[in-house]
């Protein structure tokens, strides 16, 4: 008597279910190669040397990682650089305004110089509070927003000069409270961190800082000039009222040189972020053609294997179906 464990059926539809499972496996690869144009079996295709093949991967996926850290730098560099051009153009304009009013006897002249100064704090302060990628762009080593609003500098200082027995005395008093460590700048208005910003990777061992940090001395005589230029309007007098809009005019002038120098070294940084970005742009670009050139393989082909594969895998399952209508009575008659 034949076992059914024998019957040439059974092991015919064995040896079928055992093809389809190869089929499938191939299948699988060839989609995978026709989609990629990467090799299923990276370790097959380059004869079991997957050590390259790790260097080079694991050196563009540095090289991506630098490209994406790198680019967004860049942007926030960009971003600081034009908040320090526009704060440092209302700086100049408002010195034109105070020279212009210096020379004349008209109120309409000083009011214009003073109103410019106002508008160039409140502008300047939300510049500097500017964020970045949910980063501020000025505020050191913190996260948090770098200053309070342009009335509280303007009450603090206007209440100096209220208890100052002279213009020279409030002037001498409101950069106490500016430059002074103990001031009411650093203790009470600027919040944010008191060191530098992480410094960022430009490439394996070299490193750069790309971030400004709002209590700059250029920033805070700005912050200064501005102060003093909107108070000027509140002097008892003429005289103390000049004295304000000389003093602040002469503070905006030295600090807007402060700020060029300060744009210009930002500018130097943003060329060396630059030149970092370009490397290793073109160097995963290179890696990548290397990666490809052994891993890579042609697409047409995989697709070609591909539909020949489905073709036997449909073959294959029509045949299976049909000795599945085969019985052992069936075989044995």
Do not use: C
Not at 149 to 157: F, G, K, P, R, T
């Amino acid at each position: 008597m034949i076992s059914a464990n024998n019957s040439p059926t059974l092991r015919a539809h064995t040896l079928i279910q055992q093809n389809v499972a190869s089929i499938k496996d191939r299948l699988e690869s060839a989609r995978t190669e026709a989609v990629t144009g990467r090799a299923a079996d990276i370790g097959r295709a380059v004869n079991g040397d997957t050590a390259k093949v790790n260097l080079l991967n694991e050196a563009i996926t540095y090289s991506d990682d630098r490209t994406t850290v790198l680019d967004f730098e860049g942007g926030r560099m960009a971003t600081a650089q034009a908040a320090l051009e526009n704060m440092r153009g209302i700086a100049a304009d408002t010195v034109s305004s105070l020279r212009l009013a210096s020379g004349s006897s008209s109120l309409n002249t000083k009011v214009v110089a003073e109103e410019s100064a106002k508008a160039g704090l409140e502008d300047a302060i939300s510049r500097l509070n500017t964020s970045f990628g949910g980063r501020p762009l000025f505020g050191g080593d913190s996260g948090a927003l770098p200053m309070g609003q342009a009335s509280d500098i303007l009450d603090a200082v206007r209440t100096i000069v209220t208890a100052a027995p002279d213009a020279a005395s409030a002037l001498a008093d409101i950069e106490t409270w500016f430059n002074d460590p103990a001031g009411g700048f650093e203790t009470a208005f600027y919040q944010g961190g008191d060191g530098e910003a992480p410094t960022v990777e430009l490439d394996k061992g070299e490193r750069i800082a790309t971030s400004l940090s709002a209590d700059d001395q250029s920033l805070r005589d700005m912050l200064r000039g501005f102060a003093v230029t909107a108070i000027a309007s509140e002097a008892p007098d003429d005289a103390a009222r000049g004295a304000y809009q000389d003093a602040g005019g002469a503070i905006l002038a030295g600090a807007g040189e402060g700020v060029l120098q300060l744009q210009s070294s930002l500018g130097v940084r943003e060329e060396r972020v630059a030149g970092a970005l370009a490397d290793h742009k073109a160097q995963s670009a290179t890696l990548s053609i290397a990666y490809n050139g052994l891993t890579g393989v042609d697409q047409a082909a995989a697709a070609t294997e591909m539909r020949l594969l489905e073709t036997q895998l449909e073959a294959s399952y029509l045949t299976t179906s049909r000795m599945a209508n085969l019985s052992l009575l069936n075989y044995l008659r």
